[in-house]
């Protein structure tokens, strides 16, 4: 059980200003204050139509807690307040078609992400960076990628938030209840965690929960874009190591 060790290099050039680095014009039709409230009201009602049927990995108080730390960073990155309407509205949205629920998909009403900013008249341009930000966030996208894409703040601060939701106490209980859900195994001795997963790989095979905190939410830290994720991220990392070692030491009898 042995942590990986080695800071990954942070390319800060990969930062870009503007609220979407296909769309900068976004911001230009930024509703007003009443109007996005009206939104972000519907929004959290269908996250909880929709998430509230899932188990307590991924359910509403997961979207709401992304939705507070991705607002906070924000707030500590200096994003200006019509920004945080792409961030609010890309962190309360972008679960609520995850794919490892894909089954519950064929008894839903509901509508997806991108039917809900179109039924809600938001501008193109804007949908288009919510939508940029849903798309691109899953730690599955960026498995063997070598090319280094510019990314905007916005999607910077909603790609932390969800990964600092993935480590750290929460994390822990997290993983266990995703793997009980699913009846994988806590640990297995015999099966070791996976290196270089492809995409397909992560998606589509099993592991063991513990192999899941090597194959994954070890690197998390070390993928943080924002500056105010890389700071929070450091605390929750070091709990999970601490975790590891006690769960070996119990398992082993030693302790």
């Not at 990954?8 to 109007?35: F, H, S």
């Not at 939705?67 to 792409?86: T, V, Y």
């Not at 996976?194 to 063991?208: A, D, F, H, I, M």
């Not at 690197?219 to 700071?231: E, N, P, V």
């Given at each position: 059980?042995?942590?990986?060790?080695?800071?990954?290099?942070?390319?800060?050039?990969?930062?870009?200003?503007?609220p979407?680095?296909?769309?900068?014009?976004?911001?230009?039709?930024?509703?007003?204050?009443?109007?996005?409230?009206?939104?972000?009201?519907?929004?959290?009602?269908?996250?909880?139509?929709?998430?509230?049927?899932?188990?307590?990995?991924?359910?509403?108080?997961?979207?709401?807690?992304?939705?507070?730390?991705?607002?906070?960073?924000?707030?500590?990155?200096?994003?200006?307040?019509?920004s945080?309407?792409?961030?609010?509205?890309?962190?309360?949205?972008?679960d609520?078609?995850?794919?490892?629920?894909?089954?519950?998909?064929?008894?839903?009403?509901?509508?997806?992400?991108?039917?809900?900013?179109?039924?809600?008249q938001?501008?193109?341009?804007?949908?288009?960076?919510?939508?940029?930000?849903?798309?691109?966030?899953?730690?599955?996208?960026?498995?063997n990628?070598?090319?280094?894409?510019?990314?905007?703040?916005?999607?910077?601060?909603?790609?932390?938030?969800?990964?600092?939701?993935?480590?750290?106490?929460?994390?822990?209980g997290?993983?266990?209840?995703?793997?009980?859900?699913?009846?994988?195994?806590?640990?297995?001795?015999?099966?070791?965690?996976?290196?270089?997963?492809?995409?397909?790989?992560?998606?589509?095979?099993?592991?063991?929960?513990?192999?899941?905190?090597?194959?994954?939410?070890?690197?998390?830290?070390?993928?943080?874009?924002?500056?105010?994720?890389?700071?929070?991220?450091?605390?929750?990392?070091?709990?999970?190591?601490?975790?590891?070692?006690?769960?070996?030491?119990?398992?082993?009898?030693?302790?």
């Amino acid at each position: 059980m042995n942590s990986p060790s080695g800071d990954l290099p942070v390319d800060t050039d990969n930062i870009i200003d503007d609220p979407g680095d296909k769309c900068p014009d976004a911001l230009d039709d930024v509703r007003t204050g009443v109007e996005i409230e009206a939104v972000v009201k519907d929004a959290e009602e269908l996250v909880q139509k929709v998430m509230g049927k899932w188990d307590s990995s991924h359910d509403p108080f997961h979207v709401y807690r992304v939705r507070s730390l991705a607002l906070s960073l924000a707030d500590e990155e200096g994003l200006p307040p019509e920004s945080r309407q792409i961030v609010e509205l890309a962190a309360l949205l972008h679960d609520i078609d995850d794919h490892k629920y894909a089954s519950t998909r064929e008894k839903r009403t509901e509508p997806t992400a991108e039917e809900f900013l179109t039924q809600h008249q938001i501008d193109p341009t804007l949908k288009e960076a919510i939508m940029n930000i849903i798309h691109s966030m899953g730690f599955k996208e960026e498995l063997n990628s070598s090319s280094k894409r510019k990314f905007s703040l916005e999607f910077a601060v909603v790609q932390d938030a969800d990964r600092l939701d993935a480590i750290g106490a929460i994390g822990i209980g997290r993983a266990f209840t995703f793997g009980g859900a699913r009846n994988s195994p806590m640990y297995d001795p015999d099966v070791q965690p996976r290196v270089n997963l492809t995409k397909k790989e992560y998606t589509s095979t099993r592991t063991t929960t513990i192999n899941h905190f090597h194959e994954k939410l070890l690197k998390l830290k070390d993928m943080m874009k924002s500056q105010a994720g890389k700071r929070r991220a450091e605390g929750r990392h070091k709990f999970m190591l601490q975790f590891l070692d006690q769960f070996a030491g119990e398992w082993s009898g030693n302790l």
